[in-house]
């Protein structure tokens, strides 16, 4: 029988609305399995642990990140699988830092919400949740189909630090659009496999610590000196500056002279572009050539919540400004389309 651990941290999928207030309150998880009788039928064997209290998703953190990766390694040899429930709006960032805190994964680690309650007549959070728990279980000669951590959501599989939620008004909240998803749901559920990293003589190691140093400086046609300067001077040890197209900014002389001194005092720049599809080319147009000769980093095509979460990571490790760099541009966990990436048995500390 296999067994799946589900962790059951909060969100949409465990609301019910309040008879008085007629606010949305948060069930226990033995209320939700009363709503999914189907589970009886399936023949694994299914461990809860739930956060007390539950946690809305907006007051997701990296605290709560280090106790979701604790409790996978504490329970990770007796597992074949992880289901993670969790709210919708922050799921994404969820899922791309544990995809670089859990090094060397060679189990599913699939998280899932819902757009509506699991108790309302025309809920998504049954089929979400029950195909979550088929994913985690799959195996294929003695291994695991999936061994990544993922979000599942409305029929489609995705690696977690490749997708976003784009859509609060329908069942299809997530997209990935710079990498396939992992598998569908329809009549059949279809794994594609040549989208999903093997982990062949993996050694699973848990990272802990994370560094919250860091700003996001979004550009804007006419943004003013006094914005730029107040962000760039900040008490932050990095910075993700969202650009235009594939990583261009304004050529004024002040801005970039802002940029060269925040660089000159061991800020790290993080380039990614304010499009959710493509990649960002330092160095392609006159707009960006003096960002890549003053030593911005690129992020080529890293969602923004990708972004956010690596650098937590590498700066949590202490790393030296160039080291910081190089990792920043390599892939770790397949959050960016690059040939310059790292075998998930090797690790990199």
């Known amino acids: 029988m296999m067994r799946i651990l ?46 007390q209290p539950i946690i809305d998703s907006s007051n997701m953190n990296p605290d709560v990140w280090v106790k979701l990766a604790e409790k996978i390694e504490e329970h990770y040899t007796e597992y074949e699988g992880f289901v993670i429930l ?3 709006d922050t799921m994404a960032f969820t899922a791309s830092a544990l995809s670089f805190m859990l090094e060397g994964l060679g189990k599913p680690v699939v998280l899932t919400g819902s757009q509506l309650p699991i108790g309302q007549v025309r809920t998504d959070a049954k089929e979400n949740l029950i195909t979550a728990l088929e994913i985690a279980s799959a195996k294929q000669n003695g ?14 599989l995705f690696r977690g630090n490749r997708a976003f939620k784009y859509n609060s008004a329908k069942f299809e909240a997530f997209r990935s659009p710079n990498y396939p998803v992992l598998a569908e749901a329809g009549v059949h559920l279809r794994f ?21 140093s860091i700003a996001v400086l979004k ?17 932050v040890k990095a910075i993700i500056m969202e650009t235009f197209g594939a990583g261009n900014t304004t050529t004024d002389e002040w801005f970039l002279n802002c940029l060269r001194k925040a660089i000159k005092k061991g800020k790290i720049i993080l ?20 960002l890549k000769a003053m030593g911005v980093v690129s992020g080529y095509d890293m969602t923004y919540e990708a972004a956010v979460t690596k650098l937590m990571f590498l700066l949590g490790r202490g790393l030296t400004d160039d080291r910081l760099a190089q990792l920043l541009e390599t892939d770790l966990r397949g959050e960016l389309s690059k040939t310059s990436s790292l075998s998930w048995s090797k690790s990199v500390f």
């Not at 019910?16 to 033995?30: E, H, I, K, M, T």
């Not at 189909?145 to 599942?152: H, L, M, R, T």
């Open 6 to 51: 589900i962790i059951y941290t909060g969100g949409t999928i465990g609301m019910v609305n309040d008879a008085n207030s007629g606010v949305l309150r948060p069930l226990d998880f033995s209320q939700i399995l009363e709503n999914v009788p189907e589970l009886n039928r399936l023949k694994y064997e299914i461990t809860v642990h739930s956060f």
């Open 86 to 88: 969790h709210g919708s």
């Open 143 to 156: 291994k695991a189909k999936v061994p990544e951590v993922c979000i599942y959501f409305d029929s489609k």
């Open 271 to 290: 380039d990614i572009s304010q499009c959710k599809v493509g990649i960002v080319e330092l160095g392609r147009y006159e707009t960006s050539r003096e």
């Open 219 to 235: 550009l804007y046609p006419g943004i003013s000196e006094a914005a730029i300067t107040a962000i760039v001077n900040s008490d």
């Open 192 to 212: 594609n496999e040549a989208n999903i990293r093997k982990c062949d003589d993996c050694i699973f190691r848990v990272h802990k610590r994370l560094n919250n």
